[in-house]
């Protein structure tokens, strides 16, 4: 059974640092597409950061040069590496998993992933 775990999320002051885990089961060892997505009160969940099989990834513009996403397969772990946080980062990050032959991997869209974590609060404070 494919299972997505997030972990890491909290409250910070602008400046500060994060790490978001996301344990995926089952998703590390085939051709998945991983995705970070961030979805803030009254606004639609928007693509963060992606991971593929091969290593490879992508980044929203608002967040390239400060998050870096990364992944152990011995673990069965991805990361979201959060730092210079600024008060727009706030919101529910999820982590997202699909086949890499479902989804587009650079310009990620929520209704094409289909395994799903709970999500995990990230809040920024000014």
Known sequence: QRRLVESGGGS????????L?????????????????????????EGVATIDHNGSTSYADSVKGRFTVSRDNAKNTL????????????AMYYCAAELIEVVSCTAPDPADFGYWGQGTQVTVSS
């Open 12 to 19: 910070v002051q602008a400046g500060g640092s994060l790490r």
């Open 21 to 45: 885990s996301c344990a995926a089961s089952l998703v590390t060892h085939f051709s998945y597409c991983i995705a970070w997505f961030r979805q803030a009160p009254g606004k639609e969940r």
């Open 79 to 90: 990361y979201l590496q959060m730092n210079s946080l600024k008060p727009e980062d706030t």
